[in-house]
């Protein structure tokens, strides 16, 4: 994970976009969504007592893109 402070989550209407943006495989919206998300994966996957949070933050996401 980065060291950028974590997003607000976005209202529903910009939600919508980003999503759509994303599925057009715009990056700068797959940025907004990992800076919102990531740090939430990456605090579940610490209380399940993964060894790797970080690499496993990113597996979550590369799956998400495929």
Known sequence: MTG???LEAPSDEEF???LGR???GDGAAWEVFYRWLAPGVAGYLRVQGANDVDDLTSEVFLALVR
């Open 22 to 24: 994303a599925a057009g």
């Open 16 to 18: 919508d976009s980003l």
């Open 4 to 6: 950028r402070p974590r």
